[in-house]
């Protein structure tokens, strides 16, 4: 596996795998990140795969100043002044995405909004530099591992499955950031970390909720983590189309007919959209929330979802389409 010193030479080396679509796990001051291109939808798809995560969490994207962050969503009042105060540092916050954010729609699992942090650490900020880019980047552990807070964390929890990891020895925080969200009427902490609530409120001269203690409750379903899923039905397992649903192809759609005549292949481009025509998964994957909300429109009775493979992504995909079929997006 390809461990690499952070230094000037490795982190360009670095910002160039970035750059073609791979990933680089980075340190930050709160945990290692797995880091990929968040406009490049595929390399965005690759972090679920290698994380071997079985559901779409949307992720943080990580940028390097407050101005890249209003490129990204909509800074209202409340996130200047936070960012003023916090920034960089441990603390993401969760806003509405811009009408032309370009941000791969896999980063906010198809919500409108999109979580943005600016890391203090130096070879972090060093790799947004070099790059250009905006890094999309969980914590750097397989699923159900424990976040990795150096180098030999990542390496045992990853191995292969990431390009490289730049080392730069251990975290100083140890614990991921806070996430507040910013996005509704009222300032809530999604997930508590080195920054408080309490400083938080009195930068922004209100009370700032703790949701976690709500979230965990389960008579509070309304407040767990809001999923997004179409308006209209969504039929999985499709063998062939019922008259006026939309169709979400995966492969060849060329045998799909309509029944009491017709084929898929005929209907109109406003219906019809094929996750991956080669049956990639990655590429499923990467196109799927775009293609939901494309389809996702009052004239279509239905979505029908051709059959997508139970194995590597394809386990996400059919988790996030499930629970759209059962309407509990
Ligand atoms: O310290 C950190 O935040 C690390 C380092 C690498 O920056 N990153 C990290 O990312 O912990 P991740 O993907 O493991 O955690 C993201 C958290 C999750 O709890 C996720 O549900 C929440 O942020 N989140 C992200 N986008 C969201 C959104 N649009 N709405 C609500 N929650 C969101
Ligand atoms: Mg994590």
Redesign the pocket.
């Known amino acids: 596996m390809n461990i690499a010193v952070a230094n000037q030479d490795s982190i360009a080396r670095a910002a160039s795998l970035l750059q073609q679509g791979g990933l680089v796990a ?1 340190p ?8 990929a291109n968040a406009l490049d939808g595929q390399a965005v798809a690759r972090i679920f795969e290698a994380k071997g995560r079985p559901q779409f ?4 994207v ?1 940028v390097a100043d407050s101005t890249a962050a209003a490129a990204l969503v909509e800074m209202n009042e409340a996130a200047r002044a936070v960012a003023a105060q916090f920034w960089p540092g ?1 603390l ?1 916050m ?1 806003l509405p995405r811009r009408e032309d954010c370009p941000v791969s729609a896999l ?3 198809g ?1 409108k ?3 943005v ?1 600016v ?1 203090a650490h130096k070879v ?1 900020q060093q790799l947004l530099q070099e790059s250009g880019l905006a890094l ?5 552990n397989r699923s159900g591992n424990l ?1 990795p807070t150096t180098p030999a964390h990542v390496a045992d929890s990853l191995g292969d499955a990431v390009d490289m990891v730049l080392a730069a020895g251990p975290c100083t ?1 140890g ?3 806070t ?1 507040l ?1 910013l ?1 509704t009427e009222t300032p809530a902490i ?2 508590p ?1 080195a920054v408080g609530a309490e400083e938080i409120a009195a930068v922004l001269g209100r009370p700032v909720i703790c949701e976690m203690e709500v979230t965990d409750s389960p008579k509070s379903p309304g407040q767990l ?2 999923h997004y899923a179409p308006a209209i039905p969504v039929r999985l397992n499709a063998i062939d189309l019922e008259p006026g649903e939309a169709l979400l192809a995966f492969g060849s759609d060329k045998f799909m007919g309509i029944k009491g005549g017709g084929a898929a292949k005929d209907l109109p481009e406003i219906a019809r959209r094929n996750l991956s025509t080669s049956g990639d998964l990655v590429e499923a994957a990467a196109n799927l929330f775009r293609m939901l909300h494309d389809l996702d429109r009052p004239e279509h009775k239905a979505i029908a979802v051709m059959n997508i493979p139970d194995q590597g992504l394809g386990i996400a995909i059919n988790d996030r389409l499930s629970r759209a079929a059962e309407g509990r997006g």
Do not use: K
């Open positions: 980075f930050t001051e709160t945990v290692y990140g797995l880091g969490n949307p992720l943080i990580h441990p993401t969760i980063c906010s699992a919500l909004t999109l979580a942090r890391p972090a999309a980047a969980p914590s750097a976040s925080v614990l991921e950031s996430v969200d996005s999604l997930r970390g983590l809001r």
